[in-house]
């Protein structure tokens, strides 16, 4: 069975940083692509980051570009976001999401995700 | 980017009701295009892939059609646990896009 559990989450001062783990198991976890997804508080879901199976390519959103980034250790089947340079309009749910397909280069389809975790960025 | 639009933003329907939800790309997404549901407090769940292959494990009350840009999530008979929040997604280019939602709720 595919599970994703995210940890990290909390309240964060603005400016502040914070860094979002996702363990994972239940599949074969370096032949998958994995990304973040968030959804602010009465929001859609956006999308966050992604990173491919082997860690060599990885892509952002124009809201986070430069501020967060993703990586991922597969001898340990995590993923992480480390994010900076914290704003408001980050506090959010932050999912963890499969890709569906094996060994795709870029992000695709999600079909397992995590519970999600809540960021609140405030003083 | 590719602007992802979904009609109605919500709607109450009784169970049993035939209930569609449509979703329009800003462009021609060919069939990339999927759709999810999401309750609170629980983990986002795939309904639809490649705009009409229903995901594993997904009851065969949902189905979804369209290609191009128009494309609909049709649940042929309301069940009690399919009230919730249905985002479309589109997966032909990132960044990776969202409709805004439809919350299915209860009449």
């Known amino acids: 069975e595919v599970q994703l559990l995210e940890s990290g989450g909390g309240l964060v001062q603005p400016g502040g940083s914070q860094r979002l783990s996702c363990a994972a198991s239940?599949?074969?976890?370096?032949?998958?692509?994995l990304s973040w997804v968030r959804q602010a508080p009465g929001k859609g879901l956006e999308w966050v980051s992604s990173?491919?199976?082997?860690?060599?390519?990885?892509y952002h959103g124009d809201s986070v570009k430069g501020r967060f980034t993703i990586s991922r250790d597969n001898s340990k089947n995590t993923l992480y976001l480390q994010m900076n340079s914290l704003r408001a309009e980050d506090t959010a749910v932050y999912y963890c999401?499969?890709?569906?397909?094996?060994?795709?280069?870029?992000?695709?389809?999600?079909?397992?995700w995590g519970q999600g975790i809540l960021v609140t960025v405030s003083s | 980017d590719i602007q992802m639009t979904q009609s109605p933003s919500s709607l109450s329907a009784s169970e049993g009701d035939r209930v569609t939800i449509t979703c329009r790309a800003s462009q021609s997404i060919s069939r990339f295009l999927n759709w999810y549901q999401l309750k609170p407090g629980k983990a986002p769940k795939l309904l639809i892939y490649a705009a009409s292959s229903l995901q594993s494990g997904v009851p065969s009350r949902f189905s979804g059609s369209g290609s191009g840009a128009d494309f609909t999530l049709t649940i042929s008979s309301l069940q009690p646990e399919d009230f919730a929040t249905y985002y479309c997604q589109q997966s032909h280019s990132t960044p990776l896009t969202f409709g805004q939602g439809t919350k299915v709720e209860i009449k």
């Open positions: 990173i491919s199976g082997s860690g060599g390519s990885t």
């Open positions: 239940g599949f074969t976890f370096s032949n998958y692509g």
């Open positions: 999401a499969k890709d569906r397909i094996l060994f795709t280069g870029s992000p695709s389809t999600f079909d397992y």
